[in-house]
T-cell receptor
Framework: SAVISQKPSRDICQRGTSLTIQCQVD?????MFWYRQQPGQSLTLIAT?????????ESGFVIDKFPISRPNLTFSTLTVSNMSPEDSSIYLC???????????FGPGTRLTVT | KQEVTQIPAALSVPEGENLVLNCSFT??????LQWFRQDPGKGLTSLLL?????REQTSGRLNASLDKSSGRSTLYIAASQPGDSATYLC???????????FGTGTRLQVTL
């Protein structure tokens, strides 16, 4: 199974600033995903990031707020822009691998906006 | 629109008990179903994946079953241990190019 790392693991940021989260995978994968998990909630998909094309955003999420880069098959970044306290969440990247289309997740980035 | 529900929302059991976690989904046209474990403030660990054509999958003390026609899956944990304490999430995938739809989770506590 894919091994996924994320940086940073946690951060405390001020309102109005931006944070870029990095996701690194130990193998080449086509599909990478970014999720948000607000306190006490389940996971919500932000966008799907495929290498060589624009990310596909889910309803309620826009590129200006959550720009995503996918420069190659092992790396992606998610930026949370112009942050507000409502952006305080755990952000997780995941990849899909294999013929069974199994998903694996990174350890998450815990973001607190003050 | 697919909706996934997990019951109960929270469960506390003494060590050694066998237990069942439930997952229900509204649209039976699924490609696969995954069970995950999440420790507080951490990422998700994949436990089991069941393809739509399968009835069950086993890994160690865990057994997951799938009844697609009734829109249900169960995760059976045998001889529970304090280390099993975590939130368990199920997620369904409608097709190969579809996203995962997550359930609401069951928070499990196994006490000594």
């Amino acid at each position: 199974s894919a091994v996924i790392s994320q940086k940073p693991s946690r951060d405390i940021c001020q309102r109005g600033t931006s944070l870029t989260i990095q996701c690194q995978v130990d193998s080449q994968v086509t599909m990478m995903f970014w999720y948000r998990q607000q306190p006490g909630q389940s996971l919500t998909l932000i966008a799907t990031a495929n290498q060589g094309s624009e990310a596909t955003y889910e309803s309620g999420f826009v590129i200006d707020k959550f720009p995503i880069s996918r420069p190659n098959l092992t790396f992606s970044t998610l930026t949370v822009s112009n942050m507000s306290p409502e952006d305080s969440s755990i952000y997780l990247c995941s990849v899909e691998e294999g013929a069974r289309h199994e998903q694996y997740f990174g350890p998450g980035t815990r973001l607190t906006v003050t | 629109k697919q909706e996934v529900t997990q019951i109960p929302a929270a469960l506390s059991v003494p060590e050694g008990e066998n237990l069942v976690l439930n997952c229900s989904f509204t649209d039976s046209a699924i490609y696969n179903l995954q069970w995950f474990r999440q420790d507080p403030g951490k990422g998700l660990t994949s436990l089991l994946l069941i393809q739509s054509s399968q009835r069950e999958q086993t890994s160690g003390r865990l057994n997951a079953s799938l009844d697609k026609s009734s829109g249900r899956s169960t995760l059976y944990i045998a001889a529970s241990q304090p280390g099993d304490s975590a939130t368990y999430l199920c997620a369904v995938k409608a097709g190969t190019a579809s996203k995962l739809t997550f359930g609401t989770g069951t928070r499990l506590q196994v006490t000594l």
